[in-house]
Every structure is written in C-alpha cells, then in structure tokens.
C-alpha cells in the first residue's frame, strides 16, 4: 500500500471514530424513591440550579428561589410512579421518574413536582440530548412554555420548546418530548416561562438520552500518533 492510500485510510479511520458516539439513556429505575439533595450526579450528568429563580404563575401569583416559604423547593426526587406507568405503560420507563420541588409520594402513587428550572451539567461533550416529559395541561397551566436549551461554553447552541395547551376547563395529564441537535454542547437546561416570566408548571422527567462525542483533546493525540507512525515508516 502506498503512502497515499495509507494517508487516506488513516484519515477514514479517524473520520470513523469521531463520527462515532457513546449513547447513554438514564431511567433512574436503579434508584430508590428518595430525595437526592441540590446537587445529585448520575449516568454523567450532575442535576442543580433547581428552581432557583423568581417566578409568576399564569394567575398573577409570584414565587422566590430555592425552598423558603414562597419557595417552589429546590430538592431533586426520585419518584416511584408505578401507577403512572400502569395507566400509561407507553411512557417512559417504569417504575422511576425524576421530579422537582419538596415532596413527593411514597409508594407506587406519586406527585408531579414543581419546575421553573433546572440545570444538567454533562461529563462529556454531547451532540444530542434529549428527554421525556409527564406533565399537566389546559387549566391553570395553559400557554405555559417549556424549554430545552442546549449550552456549549456558556452560550445557546440549540434549543426546543412547545407550549402548553390552553383548552381551559379542568387539567389533565399530557406527554412531550424535548430533544436538541445539530451542534456540541456541554450543559442542559430545562425550564417553564409563561410571556417573559419564568413559571413553575409540573413535571416527570424520564429518559434523559445523551450522545456523547469523543473529546478533541484526545482525537488530536489519535491524529498526532497516527502521523508520527507514518513520518518513521518514510525515515
């Protein structure tokens, strides 16, 4: 082989791996039913800033950071929502979800919890991400959005959104799901705003999905090694 075709099948080579991707699905069905704290890592993600910004509700009701008596809670819950997921076995992943706020309900009956925002920082670069939602629509909850932004850096590099129904009457339960793509990015925020305001509806996560990409540093170090390999074959 020449040093043309061996330049060439090296460059495929290294094509191939940085295409190639780590894909992790994070049900929390290994957990118990329990709160986790502010700040709780698992399946490389680190789950915090929950709820830690003011807030209005759709009725005109105001709300303040973190757990004080206006507070939405800023604990993250594992739920055990076995009953859900009997009623809705399309759903996400039975029996665990992940919630919001300072309570929840022990056994296999549950509560959505409240969220106005939480951040999930990733151990590693991603370049998708996305995420299962139970929530509750029309009611008091209509024309909420939630939000999915995907941050490299500090900054957005892609981002989704839907709007909660707004048919009035009484509320009832809903699915969505949130996913981002097309570029790399290192964190997640998840977050409810109603007009310019951030707003605390109702929320099951389950499913969070992340592909991972490979670092630069080390395809840099791959591509480095690789051509020293070639310089002494030429030698």
């Known amino acids: 082989m020449n040093k043309a075709m061996n330049m060439t099948v090296l460059l495929g080579a290294l ?3 940085s295409n190639a991707g780590s894909l992790s699905v994070s049900t929390y069905d290994d957990l118990s039913e329990a709160y986790y704290g502010q ?3 698992y ?22 950071p973190g757990s004080g008596v206006n ?12 009953l859900l997921y009997n009623d809705f076995p399309g759903w996400g ?3 665990n979800a992940l ?28 370049d998708f991400a996305s995420l299962e939602m ?33 048919l009035g009457g009484r509320d009832n339960l809903a699915f969505a799901t949130l996913s981002v793509d097309g570029a790399e990015f290192d964190s ?21 999905t992340i592909n991972s990409v490979p670092a630069p540093s080390a395809m840099a170090l791959l591509g480095l090694g690789a051509m020293g390999a070639t310089r002494r074959r030429r030698n």
Request: zero cysteines; hydrophobic letters at 40%.
């Open 15 to 17: 094509a191939a791996v």
């Open 39 to 41: 700040e709780f890592h």
């Open 43 to 64: 399946n490389g993600v680190t789950y915090n800033q929950v709820n830690n910004v003011h807030g209005v509700f759709p009725d005109g009701n105001t709300f303040e």
């Open 71 to 82: 507070g939405l809670g800023d604990e993250i819950i594992v739920e055990n929502a076995t």
């Open 93 to 95: 992943s039975a029996n």
């Open 99 to 126: 919630t919001f706020g300072s309570s929840y309900v022990v056994g296999d009956n549950l509560s959505l919890g409240a969220i106005s925002t939480v951040t999930m920082t990733l151990d590693s670069v991603a």
């Open 134 to 166: 139970a929530y509750y629509e029309n009611g008091p909850w209509g024309g909420i959005v939630y939000h999915l932004d995907a941050f490299m850096g500090g900054s957005v590099v892609a981002s989704d959104s839907f709007s909660i129904s707004d």
């Open 188 to 208: 997640l925020q998840l977050y409810a705003t109603f007009g310019n305001d951030y707003t605390a509806p109702r929320i099951l996560v389950d499913n969070l």
